[in-house]
């Protein structure tokens, strides 16, 4: 489903574009896909449920990824605004056997939707727990799900990891990312991390093309405002890294695979093709005191 894109002011973000970063705690030679892949996770990513899924497997990464993210088989981790079930799959079957996987979903009170959407986002967040144990053959209470609106009574400092796969340029157009954030810092453990994935912009991209309405943000602008709101930057992997990608698309990141947008003709389409999906930052956030 397509949302009406609506401009938010974003000053602090583009206050601090330019503005000097920590050094992370993981070093880049150390985050760029050589990381080492779990057995249970290479098993997962490799099993034969995630057949038509995966085809995406050479843009996604989903093994350096979530290894990069440090998930681990007995860990409590949410994911948010699960979406297609991309990664809800793979998670699941990763997960399921000893962890823990819950679908975060937005706080549907949000005026960013309409009353079908904020309807929707409740329909969502019922069925996903019986929808990841189809997915993935495991029993449906290894799986939970609830919306951002007020978060469950036990639920707050239990989670070990939530991961935000492409899923921050919504949240700055719709002008929910200081709201969500905090939520999601409430929910983690005091050492807990949030894994960011997210289309990645040119450093020197003007701000009317990185408010998110395109699809892509400015990796100093999303370390920045992880930073002013509670998480302690501990680095990147450039395991979904794609050069070909000019990040400068008029139409912004749906011009790519998968989406494809445009009706794009035969020739264009097969350039498109070529280029991949998107170039993404792959960034990881601890919880600060």
Do not use: C
């Not at 157009?173 to 929910?187: C, F, G, T, V």
């Not at 701000?207 to 992880?226: H, N």
């Not at 992997?237 to 695979?257: R, Y």
């Not at 991949?276 to 990881?284: C, I, K, P, Q, V």
Request: glycine share 8%.
């Amino acid at each position: 489903m397509r949302f009406p894109v609506r401009r938010i002011s974003l000053a602090l973000l583009a206050l601090v574009a330019s503005s000097s970063l920590a050094s992370p705690v993981i070093a880049q030679s150390a985050a760029t896909g050589q990381v080492k892949v779990d057995p249970a996770l290479a098993a997962a990513v490799a099993d034969p449920l995630r057949e038509k899924d995966r085809a995406r497997d050479v843009y996604r990464k989903p093994a350096e990824t979530l290894s990069f993210f440090q998930v681990s088989p007995t860990m409590k981790v949410g994911e948010y605004a699960p979406g297609g079930g991309w990664y809800s799959r793979l998670l699941g079957l990763y997960l399921g056997p000893k962890g823990k996987l819950v679908g975060l979903y937005f706080d549907p009170t949000s005026s960013a939707f309409g009353d079908k959407m904020k309807a929707g986002i409740r329909e969502g967040a019922t069925k996903y727990p019986a929808e990841v144990a189809e997915w993935s053959g495991q029993p449906a209470e290894r799986f939970s799900a609830f919306t951002l609106e007020t978060l469950p009574e036990g639920e707050k400092g239990t989670f070990d990891r939530i991961l935000v796969m492409r899923m921050m340029h919504n949240l700055l157009r719709w002008n929910l990312a200081a709201h969500e954030i905090k939520q999601m810092r409430e929910l983690l453990k005091a050492d807990g991390m949030i894994g960011i994935e997210q289309h990645r912009a040119r450093p020197d991209a003007p701000y009317s093309y990185t408010d998110g309405s395109k699809g892509y943000l400015r990796e100093a602008d999303v370390i920045k405002f992880m930073e002013v709101n509670g998480f302690t930057y501990v680095g990147k992997s450039e395991a979904n890294a794609n050069p070909k990608d000019p990040a400068n698309w008029p139409n912004g990141v749906w011009t790519l695979p998968p989406q494809l947008g445009g009706n794009p003709d035969d020739a264009t389409k097969a350039k498109l093709q070529a280029i991949g999906e998107s170039d993404r930052m792959t960034l990881l956030f601890r919880k600060r005191p």
